[in-house]
């Protein structure tokens, strides 16, 4: 796997090429929404999992979603307590968002911003990008970058060897995830951050 500095993994992202960095909960493979199929090969993944379009700011996102004036308040609310950090939501997807994030194509989409500061510093520069855990479908998330490295060879990553010996990245934890039900939200994962 080539590992990379900052600037490295952005310009691959920027190129459509599958990147790795560290998030708040486990590292990340990551890409162009509209390159979202890549990361589907590489993991194995069923497609009826779909990814997670994480971003810099709630500004980045709200062209993928769609809300009423009521409906944007209360997300926006959560938004705020929440983010950035380890939650997840699932909400109503615009006609922007790409049909390969979500292959099932039942009009959600869910959607996070990161609590870590070199995360937020690459999505700032590639604008948002599908992610999902760097781990092969059904195995536990890879933690490190020499298990990251050994299983996915062609991901250009962040080279976090230095992080790497002071602390983990990330907590190792995945985010809590909560789907709107046009009402409430209802909690698909629970991670541990929990919405009251």
């Not at 709630?58 to 009423?68: I, S």
């Not at 209360?74 to 938004?79: D, F, K, L």
Request: charged residues 10%.
């Amino acid at each position: 796997m080539p590992l990379g500095s900052q600037a490295d993994v952005i310009q691959a992202a920027i190129a459509g090429q599958v990147v790795s960095f560290p998030t708040d909960t486990v590292p990340a493979l990551a890409v162009r929404p509209q390159q979202s199929g890549l990361i589907y090969g590489l993991k194995q993944r069923d497609l009826n999992k779909p990814l997670i379009l994480m971003a810099a700011t709630v500004d980045d996102l709200w062209p993928y979603l769609v809300a009423n004036a009521v409906e944007k308040q209360i997300w926006q609310t959560v938004m705020d307590q929440h983010w950035p950090g380890e939650l997840t939501l699932v909400l109503p997807a615009s006609n922007q968002v790409p049909g390969a994030i979500n292959p099932l194509a039942d009009s959600t989409i869910g959607v996070r911003i990161p609590n870590q500061a070199i995360a937020l510093e690459i999505l700032q520069a590639t604008g948002p990008l599908a992610t999902t855990s760097a781990n092969l479908s059904g195995q536990p998330p890879l933690q490190t970058l020499t298990e990251i490295a050994k299983t996915f060879p062609t991901v250009m990553a962040l080279d976090c060897a230095n992080l790497e010996k002071t602390a983990p990245i990330g907590n190792g934890y995945p985010s809590t995830v909560a789907q709107w039900q046009g009402v409430i939200f209802q909690i698909l994962r629970q991670g541990r951050i929990k919405l009251i």
